[in-house]
Structure formats: C-alpha cells, structure tokens
C-alpha cells in the first residue's frame, strides 16, 4: 500500500537548484527538483514529496502561477524571478545614485503582471541626495503610485511599511546598497539578511544579497528579499505591453489619432504632445522610449 505524502509546499528560498519549502504545519525543509525541465522561485506553490531515507524532499511540480516578475536571460530568454506576487515594492535610496529607469522598468514590470507597484525611497538619513529626489518622486506620486520614504538607519516611516504590504506577497526589488536586506533585517525580526557597505571606489552596492529568500510578515502577508541588479528590464511579449507599462502613457495613448501609436514619430500623438507641453514627464516618457527600443531590439535578435 502506498500512502499519499505529496504537499503543496510554498517555495521559501533558492539557492541555485536547492529550495527551502514551507510546509503546511509552517515547518521548513530543503527540497531539490526533480528532472531539469521545472524552475521553481520564491512565493512558487509546488509539489514535494519525501525522499526515503534522505533529510530532503523532491520538487514534482509546479502549482500554476497568478503572475511572474521575468527579465531576458542572456539568449532572451524568459526568465522567471519571483512568482505570486501582490506588489512590487521599487527601491531607491539617496546612494547609490538613483537610476530612475531601472525604476521605472520595475514599476512597468509590475503593470504587466498586474501588481501594484509602489515605490521606496530609503537612506532619507542622507538629506542633500535626499532633497534631490524630492522631483522624481513627486512624478511618481502624480501619476498615482504610492511613494514611501524611510530610513533603515533613523528608523523614519518603517512601521509604516507593514501596512502596506499586509495580506499579500511582496517583493524588494531595486539597484544593490539601495537597503533592502537591512528594510527587511527591519520588518522582521527573525530575519538576520546580511548587508554589505558601498565600495569605496565606485559608491555601488556589491551585490551582497544573492538568493531570493521569502519572510512570512507578522500580521500576514510575506516579502521577498532579492539579488540588487545593475539593470532591469521585464520581457515583454508585445509592443502593447510598453504602453501598458507606462501608466499615464497608457492612458493618454486613448487619444492618439492611430489606435496602434507607438508614440515615436506617429503624427497627432497626444502622448508626444503631452510630453512637449509638460502634461506628462519628459523623462518618464524618455523611459518609454528606451524600453520600446530595448523591446525592438530584443525582438530582432531573438525572434
Ligand atoms: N545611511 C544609510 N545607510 C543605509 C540605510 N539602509 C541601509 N544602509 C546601508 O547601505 C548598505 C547596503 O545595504 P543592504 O541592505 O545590504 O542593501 P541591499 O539593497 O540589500 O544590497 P544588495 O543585497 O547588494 O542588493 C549597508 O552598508 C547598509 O548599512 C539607511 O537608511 N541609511
Ligand atoms: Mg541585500
Ligand atoms: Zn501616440
């Protein structure tokens, strides 16, 4: 007689092919995968069983997925880097220099994928960069996303994060050495993430954080620490979704003389024009553009 030990288990950490799971009864257990064919991420359900004789279980399946954080691999590929998620939490902080498109990459990201993005501005210890932003966040703002200011050091706005992220999956995603391991040391405290200072040389992060790692957040709902990158961009299936990604593009473009504008050198183009007129940030639509010409190019190249 065989008994049926299969689990749906939540994929806590990755760690190349070996993922920690969350059990049911909330135990943890290290798993590998089964065959080479399934990747599973963090906020994955899968499928494990015990292995008999070994402390590890064995990943069957992947459960289906509501939606994906993706980028291009380096053959443009799809590939996977967080799964189920709520929102998109954007980090930025006073250093390293913000790079406000990978900002904006992410925050497309999370319109394609239909999270809520929401942007955190950390470091606000640093007042002058700090001052600096004051701009770019504003432009945020206006077009409806939620901006955050914190500061792991001083401690300033982190008890309001909680709320925001309550009930749901979230990620922490942004440049390396903007702060998200020491914001999630913060959040949670059996979390002991390791941070790492800025180099010296280049004021750069140093890629301290490089598995994915899950934590379950004490009045519900779970935040994803991630990998700081130095560049961002989601895969993008059609030149719709660009649109898409934009929001306040996406909703302008309605009055677009073409239904399919792209919004490049189309003639009665609201979004150029609002973009002239100052209706819109130019350099939000400056961000549209170079992903639409990332789009083009990896459309070329692979397709
Ligand atoms: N001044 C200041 N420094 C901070 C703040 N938050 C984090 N740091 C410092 O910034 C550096 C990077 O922090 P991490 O938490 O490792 O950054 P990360 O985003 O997780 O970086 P990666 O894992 O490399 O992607 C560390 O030296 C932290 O002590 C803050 O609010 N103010
Ligand atoms: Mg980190
Ligand atoms: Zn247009």
């Known amino acids: 007689m065989t008994v049926e030990i ?65 980028r291009p691999d380096s053959r443009g590929r799809k590939e996977v880097l967080a799964a189920n998620l709520g929102c998109v939490v954007v980090m930025a902080a006073a250093e390293p220099k913000p790079d406000w498109f990978i900002v904006d990459r992410y925050l497309a990201a999370a319109e394609i994928m239909g999270a809520e993005g929401i942007v955190v501005f950390n470091k606000t210890d640093l007042q002058s960069p700090t001052r600096n932003a004051q701009p770019i966040l504003e432009e945020y703002s206006r077009v409806g996303y939620r901006v955050m200011q914190c500061s792991a050091h001083s401690g300033q706005n982190l ?8 009930g749901r999956t979230a990620i922490i995603v942004g440049q390396s050495g903007v702060g998200k391991s020491s914001v999630i040391n ?19 992060g140093k890629h301290t954080t490089v598995n994915s790692v899950l934590w379950n957040l004490p009045d519900g709902g779970a935040v994803i620490d991630s990998p700081g990158v130095r560049d ?54 400056e961000s549209y553009k170079r992903l639409m010409s990332t789009f083009q190019k990896l459309a070329n190249q692979f397709n």
Request: charged fraction near 30%; proline fraction near 5%; hydrophobic fraction near 30%.
């Open 159 to 166: 008890d309001k994060l909680p709320a925001l992220l309550q």
């Open 6 to 70: 299969q689990q749906k288990c939540l994929v806590i950490g990755t760690f190349s092919r070996r993922m920690n799971l969350e059990l049911d009864n909330h135990g943890e257990i290290s798993a590998r995968i089964k065959g080479k064919k399934i990747r599973p991420v963090c906020g994955d359900y899968v499928i494990a069983e015990p292995i008999l004789n070994e402390p590890e279980w064995l990943i069957t399946s992947i459960c289906p997925r509501d939606n994906e954080l993706t």
């Open 232 to 285: 961002y961009a989601p895969v993008i299936e059609n030149v719709q979704d660009v649109n898409r990604g934009f929001r306040e593009i996406f909703e302008l473009s309605q009055q677009c003389r073409f239904a399919n504008c792209k919004h490049l050198r189309e003639p009665n183009c609201a979004v150029k024009e609002a973009s002239e007129n100052g209706t819109i940030s130019e350099r939000r639509y």
């Open 186 to 204: 913060h959040l949670i405290s059996e979390a002991d993430q390791r941070t790492g200072e800025l180099s010296d040389s280049s004021g750069e």
